[in-house]
């Protein structure tokens, strides 16, 4: 990990859940991190609790869903450290509702962060890591729904999957693309089974439907810290190997 230390990393959605602990674990590893979310006043108070790590958290208010707040934010990060060698795509969300009744604006919402804050974010960063010839890293923050659809929820999940699918395609879509252009730069897909973080409540579901959802996916659930030590696996390998895809379920789900 000794040649991350001091790169600049942005996180999209770092303010909760797995973003948070990706900020951290990397706060912790000595890199620079650019933390993304709405929730200001959450990034200010996470960067004063790693103001004693080796690495710096850099908090900047940014809604994934207005692209002028994600120019924003990369221009900042252009600016004032430099560069970026790495892009985890993490902020994602999905609505309580369902396709036969559900409101177009819920379906829009998902549609607009998990896909294009995701492609916008990246074509920025893109742009700064052939700019300085890095051999950057980026890492989109997937889920199983990418690959399977989820049977146990398929009545609540409306959207999401198709967007997840569709980050699935698009981690390929740009490896094909920068690897045609002889780019340095890899991209990798982590998709993840049920993980411990506020997804559920930021969906508009309530707490008694949480536990019944629980319970049918089976009651073990992942931590962020294993996805967290997932992007710092992928962090470990050489620059001549590319991590397409990692799928990391908890134990036990059925889903
Ligand atoms: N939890 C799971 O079971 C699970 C499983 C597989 C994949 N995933 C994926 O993991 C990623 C992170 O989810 P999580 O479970 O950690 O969710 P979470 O706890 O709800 O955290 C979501 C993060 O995204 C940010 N976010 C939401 N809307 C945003 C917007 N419009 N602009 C900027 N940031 C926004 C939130 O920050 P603000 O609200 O402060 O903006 C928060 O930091 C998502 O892509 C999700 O699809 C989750």
Known sequence: MEQWIGAVAVVTGASAGIGESIAIELVKKGLKVVGLARRIDRLN???????????????????MTIEEDILAAFQWTRNNLGSVNLLVNNAGTFRNTNLTEGKTSDWKTVIDLNLL????????AVKIMTEKNLAG????????????????????????GATKYGVTNLAETLRLELATKKSKIRVSSISPGAVKTEILEASGLDKHEIDKMRIQNGTALLEPVDVANAVLYLMTTPPSVNVTELIIRPTGEIM
């Open 45 to 63: 108070k996470l960067k004063e609790d790693l103001k004693n790590e080796s690495g710096e958290f850099h908090p900047i208010k940014c809604d």
């Open 117 to 124: 804050g995701l492609c916008i974010a990246t074509r920025e």
């Open 137 to 160: 890293l980026i890492i989109h923050i997937n889920s199983i729904s990418g690959h399977f659809p989820l049977i146990t929820v398929a009545s609540m999940v409306n959207v999401y």
